[in-house]
T-cell receptor, first 110, second 112 residues
Framework: SQQGEEDPQALSIQEGENATMNCSYK?????LQWYRQNSGRGLVHLIL?????REKHSGRLRVTLDTSKKSSSLLITASRAADTASYFC??????????FGDGTTLTVKP | DTEVTQTPKHLVMGMTNKKSLKCEQH?????MYWYKQKAKKPPELMFV???????INESVPSRFSPECPNSSLLNLHLHALQPEDSALYLC???????????FGPGTRLTVL
């Protein structure tokens, strides 16, 4: 299976609620990144967290990284309909190889 | 200019055709990437160029041939593809490898 596995595969929430997605990976990493993709188009970078960091914030996004458990989580607070998209974690190794997780499809209902 | 452009947006080709995908960025990034993405699947890394040199080839079949003519351009030459190669091909760039990547909109390829 791929380096990154995400859960849940799909998440449906109401506008204003928080959304949490989790990512697990298997090998040592240099950093972990989260991306958003709308309807099979190009991906948009959201946030990067390095292997020596534990938590990072950017606007309504909060990312945590636990290298001992090889896992990360993405929290989107106060969700909006415009947040509806697929979200992928991507690990980057010291050799420069990127591996994407299977993704979480988020639906935010107005 | 903070975008990655890809041409063409759509491409339909036969199994005997030769075609090329083109990717361009003018952000001064020194790493460029090709990914393949099938429907409802994550992007899969194909190639990485760092400082115009091929640094990673993820065991991609030789019918896909990458080329990096200069630091702003990345091509993917296609020859004798199979129907299962139909996918969205995404190009990305980053300031250096391992850093955050900027993605183009992709080329949707259909092989008949």
């Amino acid at each position: 299976s791929q380096q990154g596995e995400e859960d849940p595969q799909a998440l449906s929430i109401q506008e204003g609620e928080n959304a949490t997605m989790n990512c697990s990976y298997k090998t040592s990493i240099n950093n972990l990144q989260w991306y958003r993709q709308n309807s099979g188009r190009g991906l948009v970078h959201l946030i990067l967290i390095r292997s020596n960091e534990r938590e990072k914030h950017s606007g309504r996004l909060r990312v945590t990284l636990d290298t001992s458990k090889k896992s990360s989580s993405l929290l989107i607070t106060a969700s909006r309909a415009a947040d509806t998209a697929s979200y992928f974690c991507a690990t980057s190794t010291n050799a420069g190889k990127s591996t994407f997780g299977d993704g979480t499809t988020l639906t935010v209902k107005p | 200019d903070t975008e990655v452009t890809q041409t063409p947006k759509h491409l339909v080709m036969g199994m005997t055709n030769k075609k090329s995908l083109k990717c361009e960025q003018h952000m001064g990034h020194r790493a460029m990437y090709w990914y393949k993405q099938k429907a409802k699947k994550p992007p899969e890394l194909m190639f990485v160029y760092s400082y115009e040199k091929l640094s990673i080839n993820e065991s991609v079949p030789s019918r896909f041939s990458p080329e990096c003519p200069n630091s702003s351009l990345l091509n993917l030459h296609l020859h004798a593809l199979q129907p299962e190669d139909s996918a969205l091909y995404l190009c990305a760039s980053s300031q250096f490898d391992r850093e955050k990547q900027f993605f183009g909109p992709g080329t949707r390829l259909t092989v008949l």
